[in-house]
Nanobody, 121 residues
Framework: QVQLVESGGGLVPPGGSLRLSCAAS????????MAWYRQVQGKQRELVAS???????HYAESVKGRFTISRDNGKMTVHLQMNSLKPEDTAVYYC???????????????WGKGTLVTVSS
């Protein structure tokens, strides 16, 4: 059983910073791409940032220059450093990872339960 658990969400004023973390646990053979998505109620979930196993990162245009994604393969974690936060960054942030549970097993898509980020004064 693979689990992804996010932490680090909360309330922050505009211009502030937050660091989200996501830890993978369980029966894991290999972790490929990891990513952060976000979703506002009533809207589609959108990709915020992704990072390959070789640390190539991709960002949504709306967060470029403000957010940084990083990962620690040994600890099976991915982080999202969010700076210069804006009210429009308010959303539930979800961790996503492509994981193979065994050497002969398919790579599957896993999601965390989400952590709420609220940017407000």
């Amino acid at each position: 059983q693979v689990q992804l658990v996010e932490s680090g969400g909360g309330l922050v004023p505009p211009g502030g910073s937050l660091r989200l973390s996501c830890a993978a646990s369980g029966s894991i053979f290999s972790i490929y791409a990891m990513a952060w998505y976000r979703q506002v109620q009533g809207k589609q979930r959108e990709l915020v940032a992704s990072i390959t196993s070789l640390n190539t990162a991709h960002y949504a245009e709306s967060v470029k220059g403000r957010f940084t994604i990083s990962r620690d393969n040994g600890k099976m974690t991915v982080h999202l450093q969010m700076n210069s936060l804006k009210p429009e960054d308010t959303a539930v942030y979800y961790c996503n990872a492509n994981i193979a549970a065994g050497p002969q097993m398919d790579v599957m898509d896993y999601w965390g339960k989400g952590t709420l980020v609220t940017v407000s004064s």
